[in-house]
């Protein structure tokens, strides 16, 4: 009986000692679970409540990065529209002092008028947006006391804002009907500019356009020409013919074979060499503007025609989404149908208006002041044009 009762007390012992450690791990576990409860209630009550939700979080944890981003363009904004004037400047400067006597040298009189007419309606209207775009205020809120209604109040101007108004950071007040901040034009995009800087992207982009499609073969040529005399200088001035023929287009056909025939090289000016690079420049340039501010262009046409801007697709497209829980469908109270929402950023309201207001360079302003947007009384069909 003695080895039996042995080894019951063995197998107890080892009972109770797993049954402590299985005890000691647990108290470990609770005594872990609890600051990690608390650390993790912590990290929650940073936004987890009515007021702030894990966005706002977000833009706290980036809120350095903005700060960043938001000095380096208030203090490059007059950087940023040099290069948009020497650029221009400089597809210009090739454009009348390479390609236009090139024009006038090879086109009919029917083409020589159109490119001449074009060009220079193209440049007028470039010229003209971009500075009234630069130039003119956005519109801000009024800081005095007013009987504007408003919808929200700015924390950081401590005035209330109109519908449509935003705070800018980097100009560091609101605007009215704001759509974005545009460092190319160190100028906020606003109710009172915004048709101009359209109307300055759409121009700048058909006016790349146009350089881009007819110099297509220009460039083409200039690059078949930079490459074959980079060839021939790295050449010798003179090619050896020994028994093996006639070298076509180089020796003359009266070239005896097995004669050493001496060929100099055609005469490649530097008034040459800087005609084709600068023909590549402007190509290249012109082309690669197109399609970024051609896509830019675009995407401002889309939100034109449904009634928005930049900031407000970002705020419709959540209130879209919160509604569609519920099973109802969202409105912009703004848009007043596709046509007359290009009428009503245009300024259209008869139809000569098409071609003084749109075609040609205008400074008429927008409609209503940007504080209320209630002046639209009809929405189906408000201008008959």
Known sequence: MRPCSTVMHLLLRCMRRCCRHRHSRSRMARRL??????????FKSLYFNSLTNSEVLLDCILEPVFWMVEVVTRWFGMVFVFLVVALTSSVVFIGYFCLLPLVLQTYSPGWMVW?????HWNLIMIVFHYYKATKTPPGYPPKTK???PFVSFCKKCVIPKPARSHHCGICKTCILKMDHHCPWLNNCVGHYNHRYFFSFCLCLTLGCMYCSISGHRLFIDAYNAIDQFRHLEAEKQGVPVTGIGLLIGIVPSEGIAGK???VSQPPYTYKDRMFHKSVMYMWVLTSTVAVTLGALTLWHAVLITCGETSIERHINNKEAKRLAKRGKVYR???SYGKLNNW???FGVEKRSHWLTRVLLPSGHSPYGDGLTWDIYPLKKD???V
């Open 146 to 148: 007013n009987d504007v």
């Open 343 to 345: 009428k009503v950023f």
């Open 382 to 384: 408000m201008m008959q």
């Open 260 to 262: 050493v025939v001496q």
């Open 332 to 334: 912009n109270p703004f």
């Open 33 to 42: 679970r609890q600051p990690v409860n608390y650390i993790r209630l912590i």
């Open 115 to 119: 490119h001449i007419c074009y060009g």
